[in-house]
């Protein structure tokens, strides 16, 4: 062979094992990316995964400053990656640099609204401007992303803080985001001025956004730090009540195959209490019988009243009026069989029963309950409570 045909082989040989050398470097790179701790390689000119992975680690390991190389290393490999551009960011800020930080985000902020540090750096600083509608619009940008992020509370707490950010949370939140779930179901470890202020969040958000099942552990959550007007606001907002001082007086929401919460009916469990629900959902009443040889709390309801007399109506259809007497009702601090009064008949109206109790401020949750004397089948719907005056 010829020293030409040498110096040819020679070339391809070279121009393969180039190819194979950066096939290698390429593969690293982009494995170092979901592997930051995984072998990476960085100088070459596509080295951004491994210039990011190399930034972040040495971040967590030695600190921001050592960090800054690295990160720009990244942004001149992918001079248009936000995550990138948000990497050096981040390190330029934690170090103390403000103007190099600041000029950085403003890049990252360009490119996208896809990185999370970028939105909590915006976010930031549209609170220290007060731009309250722009504190919101960043919030909801990175929880429409990451629902659950670490940093929720905290940002969330931060813009709910003052009542122009909760007017503009709310805005956000009549979109009906995926988030809006999130902080109304994650509530039990919170301190009461976040519950308080979530609270806010879903009394200027309105209906539509949560349904009632969604707004049970915030309405427990309520209750155990004893608020309860708040409670009974928020579960009036969501649990179509339209404004009634009883919840579903037609039995038409209860699921007996799941507990009872907040201000839900809740049914005896004593196996001598015969509760069956009959009829379809809007035509719906209960079957109830005592099968022991005493008088039950069969159904009761927890209820918060201003003091007034209130005047309570119910229907036995389809119930001897005889045996319709032996269902009997208290409306008290306590589930209190003495306290208990028959229902009295109102006329040309059959098997329609009234009573009126007198509401003093003696304490703020009563108990609506209904009492049943033994061997005495009654049929209970359409139970509706009135303020008389």
């Known amino acids: 062979m010829s020293l030409a045909g040498h110096v040819r082989r020679a070339g391809v040989v070279m121009g393969l094992l180039a190819l194979a050398v950066t096939a290698i470097l390429s593969g690293t790179d982009r494995q170092s990316r979901d592997f ?9 000119p596509y080295d951004t995964g ?20 690295y990160a720009r290393r990244a942004v001149a490999s992918d001079p248009i990656s936000a995550q990138a551009i948000s990497i050096l960011g981040r390190a330029e800020l934690y170090s103390q640099h403000t103007a190099e930080a600041h000029e950085a985000f403003r890049v990252s902020g360009q490119l996208g ?20 509608k722009v504190a919101a619009e960043r919030l ?3 929880l429409r992303q990451a629902p659950t992020d670490e940093n929720r509370d905290r940002l969330l707490a ?12 709310s805005d956000r939140l009549k979109l009906s985001p995926a988030w809006g779930r999130t902080i109304v179901t994650t509530v039990s470890d919170l301190p009461a001025d976040q519950v308080l202020q979530r609270t806010d969040l879903m009394r200027r958000t309105g209906k539509g956004v949560w349904d009632c099942p969604t707004s049970e552990l915030i309405t427990q959550r309520l209750i155990k730090l004893d608020m309860i007007p708040e409670a009974q606001a928020v579960w009036q907002l969501n649990c179509e009540t339209s404004g009634a001082l009883i919840y579903d007086g037609g039995f038409d929401h209860l699921d007996t195959l799941r507990e009872a919460t907040a201000f839900d009916w809740k049914l005896s469990n004593r196996g ?6 009959v009829g379809d959902a809007g035509h719906r009443s209960l079957a109830l019988e005592v099968t022991g040889s005493a008088s039950l709390p069969i159904v009761q309801q927890t209820v918060v009243l201003k003091p007034g007399r209130y005047q309570l109506r119910w229907r036995t259809p389809g ?11 208290s409306l008290a601090c306590d589930a209190d069989l003495g306290k208990a009064l028959a229902g009295q008949a109102i006329d040309r109206q059959p098997g329609v029963w009234r009573q009126e109790f007198v509401v003093n401020d003696q304490c703020e949750v009563r108990f609506l309950t209904f009492w049943l004397a033994p061997r005495a089948p009654v049929r209970l719907d359409d139970v509706s409570l009135l303020l008389v005056r």
């Open 113 to 132: 609204w896809r990185d999370g540090m970028t939105q909590i750096y915006w976010l930031d600083q549209a609170l220290q401007d007060e731009n309250y």
């Open 319 to 329: 119930t001897d009026p005889s045996q319709a007497r032996a269902l009997q009702v």
């Open 140 to 142: 909801d940008a990175l």
């Open 36 to 44: 930051p701790n995984s072998p990476s390689f960085v100088g070459w």
């Open 272 to 277: 001598d209490a015969e509760i069956t629900i």
């Open 50 to 69: 491994a210039a990011r992975s190399h930034a972040i680690l040495a971040f967590v390991r030695q600190g921001p400053e050592q960090a800054i190389g």
């Open 158 to 169: 931060a813009v709910a803080a003052t009542e122009a950010g909760r007017n503009a949370l």
